[in-house]
């Protein structure tokens, strides 16, 4: 293929890609006949991206057409952005890092949290390192270092998690969740 004939594929690939997105954007704004823009921008698309294994070639025509694809698509969806200016109810805040939620401060829930960074996730991290240990491919040395090195990372990651979110329940059914099915998934091949 002589290079104006690429350059040709190239404007078609981008006009079809153009006018898909646009298509597919518009049925997205609109309230009633969807239908019709949505299947014209999907058909739009599917169509630039299978002619140009024809026209470019096997292999590099789908990878053209994929990436200009999403280039044009990106630049199509960016062209609706709008800056809103800031809510005047927030509050700037001073410093780095964005404050922890405020919670009502309790006996259980201090309890619950020290506990969940603490042993919990500290018994789950160790079941997540085991369970590597256990199930990974390789040498047994390396396996068990891998695995060890697991461990203070999970367990940090644990730490800050459970300090930092609001929700105290869902951190700790994933963290009992993970210790339950590291240490299971552990016994399971230890067992057969």
């Keep these: 293929m002589s290079d104006a ?44 991206l299978l002619w140009p294994a024809w026209a470019i070639g096997e292999a590099r025509g789908p990878f053209v057409a994929v990436t ?8 199509v969806i960016a062209s609706g952005y709008t800056l809103r200016p800031a809510r005047a109810g927030r509050a700037v805040r001073e410093g780095l890092a964005p404050e922890p939620a405020e919670r009502a401060p309790s006996a259980w829930r201090t309890t619950l949290r020290w506990s969940l960074a603490g042993p919990i996730g500290m018994v789950a991290a160790m079941g997540l390192g085991i369970s590597y240990a256990v199930w990974a491919p390789g040498e047994i040395q390396t396996r068990l270092l891998i695995g ?9 990651s644990a730490m800050a998690w459970t300090l930092a979110d609001s929700r105290i329940l869902r951190a700790m059914a994933v963290l009992v969740g993970t210790a339950i099915v590291g240490f299971g998934a552990a016994m399971l091949k230890g067992l057969t």
């Design 68 to 75: 200009l694809l999403s280039v044009v698509a990106l630049g």
């Design 5 to 48: 004939g690429f350059l040709t594929a190239i404007a078609a690939i981008i006009a079809g890609s153009f006018a898909g997105a646009w298509s597919l954007r518009r049925a997205w704004r609109l309230k009633q006949s969807k239908a019709r823009w949505r299947s014209v921008g999907l058909a739009l698309l599917v169509v630039t």
């Design 148 to 156: 060890g090195l697991i461990v203070p990372l999970a367990w940090g």
